[in-house]
């Protein structure tokens, strides 16, 4: 990686996360960081990293941290399940026979009267 000599040359740099592909099918993995003055050597010193190891990945590209969106910490609880959604799953659903049944024998007996 480049030597930074002082901290003003180290302000003109940006965190890049760079991500992966191990094939077209597979999803982007994060890698790692690393400081770049553009996008492109970036682009560039990811690559060289990924040339020295033995499995090639089908595509990389990076993207500055910065603009890398995430939910505050105090925002995380809504992720959480909440317990009331019983009508999510499929077992809830059980009685629709039994009371299409019953409905059919009712409009049955409408009918004959």
Known sequence: ???????????????????????????FE????????????????????????????????????EHIHYLAPEKRQALARLDNKEYRNPSFYGYIPSKWRELKAKNNDQLKV
């Open 1 to 27: 990686m480049i030597r930074l000599s002082n901290q003003k040359k180290r302000q003109d740099y940006d965190v890049y996360e760079v991500f992966s592909r191990k094939d077209l099918t597979s999803k």
């Open 30 to 65: 994060s890698q790692f960081s690393l400081l770049a003055p553009s996008p492109e050597i970036a682009l560039s010193l990811a690559q060289e990293n990924f040339m020295r190891r033995e499995k090639v990945p089908s595509n990389l590209f990076v993207v500055k941290r």
